[in-house]
T-cell receptor, first 115, second 113 residues
């Protein structure tokens, strides 16, 4: 069964460093998303991406964040200068929206630890 | 505004019993979905119910939706140890351009042997 894959599973970084979280969405999906989940809290929307551009972003997704789909398969989230409060699980999701009613398929997540 | 508030926050039941979790939301929706998350893992889609549906079944899962009360329930019948996980409702708000779904805080379900 097709699945969303995320790498790495755990990323440890120093405050102020740049990190890139990688995702390979399900191949025939057109909609891509990033969410994050701070330990013990709810899953929060960061950004959605469609047709090679951001379609919606939350207030969390400030200038330190960017997304890219550099080729036909990868979807990345970059945090330019990490802060302690960026420590969280980051989930990538993809979906085909219209046909499924916006069911989103999630990867296993990347745990980001900012020291 | 907050959307998708589940209750209870935590639930422990004996294996074989039924587990019921509830979700309330604030805005009009296109649909409501339930997801499961095993500890430290990703979210797995369980079931979607559209705004014009009142009840839906999938295996041991039964979901109801009451749009007048802006609430939904997830019933897991004949629970098993493997059902131990956190369960989240997620709403797709009306007018949404197939963008974000909004998650609640979740119910932590623990099935006791």
């Amino acid at each position: 069964e097709p699945e969303v894959t995320q790498t790495p599973s755990h990323q440890v970084t120093q405050m102020g460093q740049e990190v890139i979280l990688r995702c390979v969405p399900i191949s025939n999906h057109l909609y891509f998303y990033w969410y994050r989940q701070i330990l013990g809290q709810k899953v929060e929307f960061l950004v959605s991406f469609y047709n090679n551009e951001i379609s919606e972003k939350s207030e969390i997704f400030d200038d330190q964040f960017s997304v890219e789909r550099p080729d036909g398969s990868n979807f990345t989230l970059k945090i330019r200068s990490t802060k302690l409060e960026d420590s969280a699980m980051y989930f990538c999701a993809s979906g085909d929206a219209g046909t499924s009613g916006n069911i989103q398929y999630f990867g296993a997540g990347t745990r980001l630890s900012v020291l | 505004s907050q959307q998708g508030e589940e209750d209870p926050q935590a639930l422990s039941i004996q294996e074989g019993e039924n587990a019921t979790m509830n979700c309330s939301y604030k805005t009009s929706i296109n649909n409501l979905q339930w997801y499961r998350q095993n500890s430290g893992r990703g979210l797995v889609h369980l079931i979607l119910i559209r705004s014009n549906e009142r009840e839906k079944h999938s295996g041991r899962l039964r979901v109801t939706l009451d749009t007048s009360k802006k609430s939904s329930s997830l019933l897991i019948t004949a629970s098993r140890a493997a059902d131990t996980a956190s369960y989240f409702c997620a709403t797709d708000p009306s007018g949404n351009r197939d963008d974000k779904i909004i998650f609640g805080k979740g119910t932590r379900l623990h099935i006791l042997p």
